[in-house]
């Protein structure tokens, strides 16, 4: 009979964290979406997690885009997770069209009868800096700084909760530079499987409410004390 009336209960913890959740972005969330559903696997997660990642779009393409519209207004999300193009946020003129897109993005969330958590994917500055702007991104530290201002900003203005990644590689940036170098593919941009490892655990840590980042054990392909290392450094950061 005690298990009759507690059965009830496990099932209403169940499904609240059988969650469903949306990443909207471009080829930075297409760099980390295998290794988020790896790690929500090999953690038995409940989460199901839908990606739409065309490589070099930014939220302003998104918002205008039916078919993006159409997936957010039919789709039963708990939490939608939105990146911009990676210099769009940090570009004096063209920041503007970030923080109009994030705007517009409130608003339609506001019309759904289902109000999702929305959160703002920080990227990060590039290694050497940007060579098709060296003047506003003459190294990764401006750039950093810049992309981490204005998406505080947006993040301020439309209640939505950043996933701080950025910093994450900041961090690595200031105690570690070989390692930090490590976080990118050859392009100096885009994650390696490094980077994309330290991004699925910050999400892990901020966004899925499944367990601490050092509860994780999966290593992905990583050697383990690098993918320790990296773990250690999510926490530092999620927990400030």
Same mark, same amino acid.
């Given at each position: 009979?005690?298990?009759?009336?507690?059965?009830?209960?496990?099932?209403?913890?169940?499904?609240?964290?059988?969650?469903?959740?949306?990443?909207?972005?471009?080829?930075?969330?297409?760099?980390?979406?295998?290794?988020?559903?790896?790690?929500?696997?090999?953690?038995?997660?409940?989460?199901?997690?839908?990606?739409?990642?065309?490589?070099?779009?930014?939220?302003?393409?998104?918002?205008? *885009?039916?078919?993006?519209?159409?997936?957010?207004? *039919? =789709?039963?999300?708990?939490?939608?997770?939105?990146?911009?193009?990676?210099?769009?946020?940090?570009?004096?003129?063209?920041?503007?069209?970030?923080?109009?897109?994030?705007?517009?993005?409130?608003?339609?969330?506001?019309?759904?009868?289902?109000?999702?958590?929305?959160?703002?994917?920080?990227?990060?500055?590039?290694?050497?800096?940007?060579?098709? *702007?060296?003047?506003?991104?003459?190294?990764?530290?401006?750039?950093?700084?810049?992309?981490?201002?204005?998406?505080?900003?947006?993040?301020?203005?439309? =209640?939505?909760?950043?996933?701080?990644?950025?910093?994450?590689?900041?961090?690595?940036?200031?105690?570690?530079?070989?390692?930090?170098?490590?976080?990118?593919?050859?392009?100096?941009?885009?994650?390696?499987?490094?980077?994309?490892?330290?991004?699925?655990?910050?999400?892990?840590?901020?966004?899925?409410?499944?367990?601490?980042?050092?509860?994780?054990?999966?290593?992905?392909?990583?050697?383990?004390?690098?993918?320790?290392?990296?773990?250690?450094?999510?926490?530092?950061?999620?927990?400030?």
């Amino acid at each position: 009979m005690k298990l009759l009336k507690l059965l009830p209960f496990f099932l209403l913890i169940f499904s609240l964290s059988a969650e469903n959740v949306l990443f909207i972005g471009n080829s930075y969330t297409g760099g980390i979406k295998g290794t988020v559903a790896d790690l929500l696997k090999n953690q038995k997660s409940s989460t199901k997690v839908e990606f739409i990642s065309p490589g070099g779009k930014n939220l302003m393409f998104h918002v205008k *885009n039916p078919k993006t519209v159409a997936k957010i207004k *039919n =789709g039963d999300w708990d939490k939608i997770v939105l990146q911009d193009q990676s210099q769009t946020p940090a570009l004096p003129g063209y920041n503007k069209i970030f923080h109009e897109a994030t705007a517009e993005f409130a608003k339609l969330f506001k019309t759904l009868k289902k109000k999702p958590k929305v959160y703002y994917y920080m990227t990060w500055g590039r290694r050497d800096g940007d060579k098709k *702007n060296p003047k506003v991104f003459p190294d990764y530290e401006t750039m950093q700084k810049l992309l981490t201002d204005n998406y505080k900003k947006a993040a301020q203005a439309n =209640g939505a909760t950043i996933v701080p990644v950025g910093l994450g590689f900041k961090e690595f940036h200031k105690k570690d530079e070989e390692f930090f170098k490590s976080l990118y593919a050859r392009d100096g941009s885009h994650p390696s499987k490094a980077g994309a490892y330290l991004a699925a655990c910050m999400f892990y840590g901020v966004l899925f409410d499944e367990g601490p980042i050092i509860s994780i054990k999966w290593n992905s392909s990583l050697d383990p004390a690098d993918a320790a290392q990296i773990r250690m450094v999510a926490k530092k950061i999620v927990d400030q």
